[in-house]
């Protein structure tokens, strides 16, 4: 006679993840031009010597020394 094991074992699957979620990604960053170069209509480069100086948001501070 065969005896069948029968146990009873709950197989739930629990995942170590939590709900899935999609990717966050990270925003994209726009540097604009210093006000000095966007007044003077020039490309700024990453080491300009005046956006220390004149940032972005402060167009007329640059309006003002020019």
């Not at 170069?37 to 948001?57: S, V, W």
């Amino acid at each position: 006679m065969m005896e069948n094991n029968n146990s009873n074992t709950n197989t739930t699957s629990t995942s170590s993840t939590p709900l899935s979620h999609p990717p966050t990604l990270q925003p994209q960053v726009i540097i604009s031009p210093c006000a000095a170069c966007k007044i003077l209509r020039k490309r700024c480069a990453n080491k300009c010597t005046l956006a220390p100086y004149f940032p972005p948001t402060e167009p007329a501070k640059f309006t003002i020394a020019h």
